[in-house]
């Protein structure tokens, strides 16, 4: 069965500090890895999207990597600010099927 | 250039009703996708319409239908409404160059369904 899990589930960090957002998946086989970013009350936006032959993305204070081998992604945000508190999304597509898994996302709040 | 737009914004019904919600895509993206996001279940994917016909589902009871008009705007129905369908329901549209899984999609504010 694919499925896509993120870590952790919820976050608080200081504003300027960075940090990091976890994604596992077990989608086979793949097509492309997506990072959404979902500010309360409205629909997701996507950040980056990397496909099999891609390990990093960046768009810009946000970075994710991308490991196809042991099927791990990483979304890092640098020097956060207030209005990087949202909830993070992974998605991913399998190849040849068009549909998308999605994980049940990471919480970030950032304080001042 | 305007971006997704849905209707209602909120709704509320009772069990057993039936609710129709509507979507709008982006000028020129001729794929819509269904998703219904709760905070358990996050979001998952109901259906995508391109040129008026159904091409991908999800694995939601038949109670849950959709369709899609000439001019690419769609409707999601869900009949018989339960407790359980109380969510968040987003409508993405996508100019579907490539595929559902390579294109980018664009979200709509979606519309919120409570169930009473």
């Known amino acids: 069965k694919n499925q896509v899990e993120q870590s952790p589930q919820s976050l608080i960090i200081l504003e300027g500090k960075n940090c990091t957002l976890q994604?596992?998946?077990?989608?086979?086989?793949?097509?492309?890895l997506r990072w959404y970013k979902q500010d309360t009350g409205r629909g997701p936006v996507s950040l980056t999207i990397m496909t099999f032959s891609e390990n990093t993305k960046s768009n810009g204070r946000y970075t994710a990597t991308l490991d196809a081998d042991t099927k791990q992604s990483s979304l890092h945000i640098t020097a956060s600010q207030l209005s990087d508190s949202a909830s993070y999304i992974c998605v991913v597509s399998g190849f040849g099927n068009e549909k998308l898994t999605f994980g049940t996302g990471t919480r970030l709040t950032i304080i001042p | 250039k305007a971006g997704v737009t849905q209707t209602p914004r909120y709704l509320i019904k009772t069990r057993g009703q039936q609710v129709t919600l509507s979507c709008s895509p982006i000028s020129g993206h001729r794929s819509v996708s269904w998703y219904q996001q709760t905070p358990g279940q996050g979001l998952q994917f109901l259906f995508e319409y391109f040129s008026e016909t159904q091409r991908n589902k999800g694995n939601f009871p038949g109670r849950f239908s959709g369709r899609q008009f000439s001019n690419s705007r769609s409707e999601m129905n869900v009949s018989t409404l339960e407790l359980g369908d109380s969510a968040l329901y987003l409508c993405?549209?996508?100019?579907?160059?490539?595929?559902?899984?390579?294109?980018?999609?664009?979200f709509g504010p979606g519309t919120r369904l409570t169930v009473l």
């Open positions: 994604c596992n998946y077990t989608v086979s086989p793949f097509s492309n």
């Open positions: 993405a549209s996508s100019p579907r160059t490539e595929g559902l899984g390579t294109d980018t999609q664009y």
